[in-house]
């Protein structure tokens, strides 16, 4: 069961990096909504180079969730969901807080993106620990 949350929030991460690759600027615009352009009002050289890292990091977890998903040892998937659920979405929440990209921090931002997939991810996380099964511990061979 763990294998197919891992599969499933692999497949976003990789969707993220994607956009956040393929269209650094349009992601920012995307963020702050219609009309806002991020060339205009901020170094879009640089803008474009951290969100790319950002969607780097994505594709890099993202492919890391894939190969969680088809190997056998549920200990170290559990692991993995229980770092990402424990460290990883924690720090994007306190990110969000702290410095919102669009200027409203959290309570007003709960409801808007990318709050509802940090939820998700959450949800996938306690999923992949709660019904993830046992690791049968493995015995050596001489």
Known sequence: MSGIASFIMGAIHCALGYV?????????DLIHGPGYEASDSIDSKMVAHLVSVVGAFHIFTGVLFIMLSVQDNVSIRKCIHGIHGCVLVPIMVWNLVKAPPTGTALPNYTTAMPMPLIYFWIVLDLFALIFGGKSSPKTKTN
């Open 20 to 28: 956040h690759i393929g269209t650094p600027l349009a992601a920012i």
